[in-house]
């Protein structure tokens, strides 16, 4: 399902946490880096105007100064390509990724955009609470299928495509990781707003650990 269309029914299994980061790493990176190399699927996700409408659709009770002058520092942050712009599925977990027949495949597109992969990725290491080993271990497996070059050098590329430098593992990283804490504000803010849509307590125990992290808490 892709912005209400529907593709195809999916036969397969759900994997565990541990069996999706174990035994499945290798696979499930590989079909990640895969749909990272596709063509744009036409419907950008503007992350920072998503922000904005977040803001008018959580509690105005539970906001405060602190949490207003936050909001506006997330907003003025700079909008620019760290890694590269691509598709991406944007809700990936467990109960969206199966092993079929033929391999794993993702399911519930309802939230694929393009997007820089630096924070279609961030959301996926934050969303499934990888530790920084896992992340490692995650992005040896991705790069080994999906090598990016670095965008400050495309012209000399072209001119001289045996000199091109890729990223390293460490570097891919280091980008993805820079937009750690703008992707964890996203997630507190859909969070919030989830929770004034729906008053499940769910939501608000989701958001606490984030409201902590940004010292939010009243």
Not at 44 to 72: A, C, G, N, Q, T
Not at 129 to 148: P, V
Not at 169 to 175: E, F, M, Y
Request: hydrophobic letters at 40%; aromatic letters at 16%.
């Amino acid at each position: 399902m892709v912005h209400g269309f529907f593709f195809q029914w999916l036969e397969g299994e759900h994997l565990t946490h541990q069996q999706l980061f174990g035994s499945h790493l290798k696979s499930l990176a590989h079909q990640i880096a895969k749909l990272h190399q596709q063509k744009p699927f036409g419907f950008p996700l503007d992350l920072w105007h998503e922000l904005s409408v977040y803001w008018y659709h959580i509690d105005r009770k539970r906001l405060s100064p602190k949490w207003l002058r936050l909001h506006h520092d997330f907003l003025r942050q700079p909008r620019r390509t760290l890694i590269k712009y691509a598709p991406a599925h944007m809700d990936l977990h467990p109960e969206n990724i199966l092993l079929s027949d033929s391999g794993i495949k993702f399911i519930d597109w309802e939230y694929a955009a393009d997007i820089d992969t630096a924070d279609s990725l961030m959301t996926f290491f934050a969303a499934n609470q990888l530790n920084s080993a896992q992340q490692t271990a995650f992005l040896h497996e991705y790069c080994a299928y999906h090598h990016y070059t670095e965008l400050n050098n495309d012209q000399q590329n072209r001119q001289h495509p045996q000199q091109q430098s890729f990223y390293s593992v460490n570097v891919l990283k280091q980008r993805i990781l820079s937009r750690e804490p703008f992707i964890l504000y996203m997630m507190l803010m859909w969070y919030e707003v989830r929770w004034q849509q729906t008053k499940d307590n769910a939501f608000l125990a989701m958001s606490e650990p984030l409201r902590r992290y940004f010292s939010l808490m009243n």
